[in-house]
């Protein structure tokens, strides 16, 4: 995920809250529990207060303009938010990577098995494991390595970063690749003496 993307994201989460948090305080203001242990400073809101009264209703009533306004609104809001839900779902898995003439691609999950069958014939790595994400002119790998239990994790690191992600990068070039490695060390399995 793009550092604007988690930012706005952030963002747009933060100010939901904000605004659900402040109307909920300003609802439970109103009831009378609430409102006996809230200190005389701060405002609260009368537990017999009309938000919309009679009178107001039927003001709003003669004019003809704001239910299609308010109704397109919500529907505008509706739709950015499902495309902004529909956003945050896309797995941002990369399918396949455009190569230097037009139609001509690589798959993405074919660089990706190339990548995790390197990555398995390095010294000390049990197993392998490699995903590509990002978009065609910033590639990222997301790489699982399982180690053996007496593998080097500084001498797997430096391996791989000199075989299998600066091949992957020479493949990709002139695009960027960023390499995320987590490694875990696989268990001694106990002996049992009979």
Do not use: K, Y
Not at 47 to 73: K, N, Q, S
Not at 131 to 147: D, E, F, M, S
């Amino acid at each position: 995920m793009s550092r604007l993307r988690s930012g706005t994201n952030r963002s747009t989460l933060f100010c939901a809250a904000a605004v659900l948090l402040f109307a909920g305080a300003v609802l439970a203001s109103a009831a009378r529990p609430v409102r006996e242990r809230l200190p005389s400073t701060v405002p609260r809101v009368d537990a017999d207060r009309v938000w919309l009264d009679e009178e107001l209703l039927g003001r709003w009533r003669d004019h003809g303009w704001w239910p299609p306004v308010v109704i397109t609104a919500l529907a505008v809001g509706a739709v950015l938010f499902l495309c902004w839900a529909a956003a945050q779902f896309r797995s941002g898995r990369l399918r396949e990577l455009p190569l230097g003439q037009p139609g001509v691609t690589l798959s993405a999950r074919a660089l990706a098995s190339a990548m995790a069958e390197r990555a398995r014939g390095v010294d000390g790595v049990a197993r392998a494991h490699v995903r590509l994400l990002g978009r065609p002119r910033r590639l990222r790998a997301r790489i699982t390595l399982v180690l053996d239990p007496d593998g080097s994790p500084e001498a797997v690191l430096r391996e791989l970063a000199r075989g299998t992600i600066a091949e992957a990068r020479a493949a990709a070039a002139p695009r960027a690749l960023e390499a995320d490695v987590h490694l875990t060390t696989r268990r001694h399995r106990a002996r049992r003496i009979h």
